[in-house]
Nanobody, 126 residues
Framework: QVQLVESGGGLVQTGGSLRLSCAASGRTFSNSAMGWFRQAPGKEREFVAALSSSGRYSYYADSVKGRFTISRDNAKNTVYLQMNSLKPEDTAVYYC???????????????????WGQGTQVTVSS
């Protein structure tokens, strides 16, 4: 099991940027795909981005492609989400998650993610 703690959320204006961090503890971090999800008020949780354990393969939701970048530093047990050109519709609680077993070809499914952080609030004002 991996313990995850997100940070970096906050209030930003439309068009601004934020970088979220997720610090992980546990021996399986470097072998796990890492992902970011978000949940807006009154909406279901949705996939944002994921990154393979090696960092070689990345996966993005269409709504964030070209604006968000996921990265990881296995030496620091940390995964990041750089968010640029933020829009009000990006407002949500963002969650970090770890998937110890997944398909590199297909990308990790939401059900592959077994460990979750507590979330960090991102608010984009118009």
């Amino acid at each position: 099991q991996v313990q995850l703690v997100e940070s970096g959320g906050g209030l930003v204006q439309t068009g601004g940027s934020l970088r979220l961090s997720c610090a992980a503890s546990g021996r399986t971090f470097s072998n796990s795909a890492m992902g970011w999800f978000r949940q807006a008020p009154g909406k279901e949780r949705e996939f944002v981005a994921a990154l393979s354990s090696s960092g070689r393969y990345s996966y993005y939701a269409d709504s964030v492609k070209g604006r968000f970048t996921i990265s990881r530093d296995n030496a620091k047990n940390t995964v990041y989400l750089q968010m640029n050109s933020l829009k009000p519709e990006d407002t949500a609680v963002y969650y970090c998650a770890a998937a110890p077993v997944y398909s590199v070809l297909a990308g990790p499914r939401e059900t592959d993610f077994r460990s979750w952080g507590q979330g960090t609030q991102v608010t984009v004002s118009s």
